[in-house]
């Protein structure tokens, strides 16, 4: 079992920058990947970026150059710093990871960007 929180998420005005934390707890040696996924109002789960355990990441286009993905291992905690943060970057951010066949997620944390 893993368990996962986020927090960062907020308020901020166009071209801010934040930083999400996602701290797992529990079974952590067992995790293989862990990503962030968003979720808009009306909108489908995207995913944003992730990270595996050899350390590759991936992101989506619409997020590539703004977003790192990055973890701290002596923490159990994966990063997702947003820069140059745009209006349709407003979502609940999730933290997902993944053991085996296993998708483990946390509750989520709002990122909200307006002026």
């Known amino acids: 079992q893993v368990q996962l929180v986020e927090s960062g998420g907020g308020l901020v005005q166009p071209g801010g920058s934040l930083r999400l934390s996602c701290a797992a707890s529990?079974?952590?040696?067992?995790?293989?990947?862990t990503a962030w996924h968003r979720q808009a109002p009306g909108k489908q789960l995207e995913l944003v970026a992730g990270i595996t355990r050899g350390g590759s990441t991936n992101y989506a286009l619409s997020v590539k150059g703004r977003f790192t993905i990055s973890r701290d291992n002596a923490k159990n905690t994966v990063y997702l710093q947003m820069n140059s943060l745009k209006p349709e970057d407003t979502a609940v951010y999730y933290c997902?990871?993944?053991?085996?066949?296993?998708?483990?997620w946390g509750k989520g944390t709002l990122v909200t960007v307006s002026s």
């Open positions: 529990g079974s952590v040696f067992s995790i293989d990947a």
């Open positions: 997902q990871s993944r053991v085996g066949g296993t998708n483990y």
